[in-house]
T-cell receptor, first 109, second 122 residues
C-alpha cells in the first residue's frame, strides 16, 4: 500500500498562517481528488476539516483551506488561533478501494 | 441526532478475537457508508475498511483483510468490526466513522464514534 508523507511538526504565531504539506505519488494524490484533512486534539476523535481537496464541511471555519499540485496536497490554516493547536492528518484515495492516511503533523501555535 | 456510539473498552490476549460495535441513528443508517479507522497509542490514523450498509459490500485494507470482518445489522442500525488472531500491535483505539454517501467510500468522514480502546496482552 502507498504511503503519504507529512512534516512531523509545524508552527506559527497567533494571527499568522501555517501550511502543511502532504506528499504522495501519482497513484494516490496525483491521480485522485479524494484528499481529506482531519484535525485531532489530544484524546479526541478526528474532525473532518477539508474533503475532496478543497471542500469545507458545513460549520468548519473558512480559515482552513486546501489545495493540490501534482502529487502534493496542502492545508493552510490562516489567522492562527490557540485552538488550532492539534494534530493534522491528510488522507487520500489510493485506488483499489482503499485509503491511506499520512503520519500526521503536530501544529503548535 | 447525529452521533455514533461505540461499545466499551476491551482487554484481549494474543490470538483472541475482538468484536466492536457502533450504533448509528436508524434515520440515516442506510443513507451512508461507514469506515473503521484505528490509532495505536501515540501513533497516526490507519484506514481499516469500509462497509456499504445497503448491501453489506465491504473493502478492506490489504494488511488486515485476512483477519478483519465488517458487518452490519440493519434491524438495530449497528455496525460491527471483528478482528481475529489478535497481535500486540493491534492495540489501538478503534473508531467508526460515517462517510458522505452509501455508494462508495468518499474518504470524507464527517461523523465519528467516541472510539473504543482495545488492548492486546500476551
Amino acid at each position: 500500500q502507498s504511503a503519504l508523507t507529512q512534516p512531523p511538526s509545524a508552527s506559527g504565531s497567533p494571527g499568522r498562517s501555517v501550511t502543511i504539506s502532504c506528499t504522495g505519488s501519482s497513484s494516490d494524490i496525483g491521480r485522485y481528488n479524494y484528499v481529506s484533512w482531519y484535525q485531532q486534539h489530544p484524546g479526541k476523535a478526528p474532525k473532518l476539516i477539508i474533503y475532496e481537496v478543497t471542500e469545507r464541511p458545513s460549520g468548519v471555519s473558512d480559515r482552513f483551506s486546501g489545495s493540490k499540485s501534482g502529487n502534493t496536497a496542502s492545508l493552510t490554516v490562516s489567522r492562527l488561533q490557540a485552538e488550532d493547536e492539534a494534530d493534522y492528518y491528510c488522507s487520500s484515495y489510493a485506488g483499489s478501494n482503499f485509503y491511506v492516511f499520512g503520519p500526521g503533523t503536530k501544529v503548535t501555535v | 441526532q447525529v452521533q455514533l456510539v461505540q461499545s466499551g473498552a476491551e482487554v484481549k490476549k494474543t490470538g483472541d478475537s475482538v468484536k466492536v460495535s457502533c450504533q448509528a441513528s436508524p434515520y440515516y443508517f442506510t443513507d451512508y457508508g461507514f469506515t473503521w479507522v484505528r490509532q495505536a497509542p501515540g501513533r497516526g490514523l490507519q484506514w481499516m475498511g469500509w462497509i456499504n450498509t445497503h448491501n453489506g459490500n465491504t473493502n478492506y485494507a490489504r494488511k488486515l483483510q485476512d483477519r478483519l470482518s465488517l458487518t452490519r445489522d440493519r434491524s438495530t442500525s449497528t455496525l460491527y468490526m471483528e478482528l481475529k488472531t489478535l497481535k500486540s500491535d493491534d492495540t489501538a483505539v478503534y473508531y467508526c466513522a460515517r462517510g458522505k454517501t452509501s455508494d462508495y467510500d468518499s474518504g470524507a468522514y464527517e461523523v465519528w464514534g467516541q472510539g473504543t480502546m482495545v488492548a492486546v496482552t500476551s
